[in-house]
């Protein structure tokens, strides 16, 4: 760790020393070629003598924290192109940013680009790589994992050419990490799951739409080793889990606050009417497409405020209506 910490310190005035040499190489150029009258600034005022660039501001009580932090990682790419001085500015940058989002660079991002941004990255606590979805291997992830292991947040929706391989490495690796997004990654499978919940105390959000080679056994795991921290989870369109699964999330995580389970065709009323007993933090709840849940069974989650995204029906809508009004409205409900 010290021996890292020493070769990061020496990495960085390596870069300082260089930008310092070019500065003073620029001055140098600059006054021997001094003009017999004051030069023009580009908006057509006349330049002041002894004028500061921006390269000669303080890069690290100013240049990093106040101006490249406000800079897109797109516009960066292009900054890095105009001298060899500001190449090792945004580099500088990079190497300590603390959250990475690939849409910042565009829908796309090419393979060297990630490699470049991310190559001296080494305090991440959240890194979303979605737009990288088709080419993303375990290859190009892994070292980044590794060098990261302050990871709380990392997003891989979609990124259907990873592995097992990557997922051990982030369980293994990032044991801090609270939030997790691998919506639409068929890779994963119960054992991916077992090894992400025995190496990761801190989970609390996690996205598992359409991981659809995940059964209840799988989740019934989850539940016992990492229920009592899951805030946020999402089985969405996996039509192998059901009623088991629930109830054994419902019985081991008490914190629960937000669960989808859209188009999971096996959950039905039993499961529902389980986490309505066991969990008192639920707020929100998606069983769109669930058609073996009948409406008796939201009813008690309804009471409770919980936002349901299926509508009651007609009768029970007045009926709530009249609940909270003291009235109903005519309507012929033989219609």
Request: charged share 25%; net charge positive; hydrophobic share 40%.
């Amino acid at each position: 760790m010290g021996s890292s910490f020493r070769y990061e310190e020496r990495k960085k005035a390596g870069l300082l020393r260089l930008l310092q040499g070019h500065s003073e190489k620029t001055l140098l150029r600059t006054r021997s070629r001094q003009p017999m009258e004051p030069p023009m600034d580009p908006s057509g005022g006349e330049q002041e003598p002894g004028a500061v660039r921006l390269l000669d501001l303080p890069w690290e009580d100013v240049l990093l924290p106040h101006v490249l932090s406000r800079v897109p990682l797109r516009q960066l790419l292009w900054l890095q192109r105009v001298s060899r001085a500001f190449r090792a500015l945004v580099q500088l940058h990079l190497a300590r940013l603390r959250r990475f989002d690939a849409a910042q660079v565009g829908p796309q991002i090419p393979r060297a680009a990630l490699a470049w941004l991310l190559r001296d990255a080494e305090g991440l606590q959240e890194l979303a790589l979605a737009p990288c979805h088709e080419w993303l291997s375990d290859e190009d992830l892994v070292p980044v994992l590794a060098r990261n292991p302050q990871l709380r947040s990392v997003a891989l929706a979609g990124c259907g050419q990873l592995s097992r391989r990557a997922l051990g490495a982030l369980a293994e690796g990032c044991p801090r990490l609270q939030r997790l997004s691998l919506a639409h990654c068929d890779w994963v499978d119960g054992l991916a799951l077992r090894g992400l919940a025995d190496r990761c105390p801190a989970l609390e959000e996690l996205d598992l739409t359409a991981c659809r080679q995940l059964k209840d056994e799988a989740i019934v795991y989850l539940a016992q080793r990492r229920g009592a921290g899951l805030r946020n989870l999402s089985l969405a369109v996996n039509a192998n889990v059901g009623d088991t699964a629930v109830q054994e999330l419902a019985r081991n995580c008490p914190e629960l606050q937000h669960l989808d389970l859209t188009g999971c065709l096996r959950v039905g009323s039993d499961g529902i009417r389980t986490l309505a007993e066991y969990c008192p933090a639920l707020r929100s709840l998606r069983v769109r497409h669930c058609h073996h849940v009948a409406e008796p069974s939201l009813s008690r989650l309804r009471k409770r405020g919980v936002d349901i995204d299926v509508e009651p029906p007609l009768h029970q809508a007045l009926v709530l209506l009249q609940d909270m009004v003291g009235f109903a409205p005519f309507v012929n409900l033989q219609v």
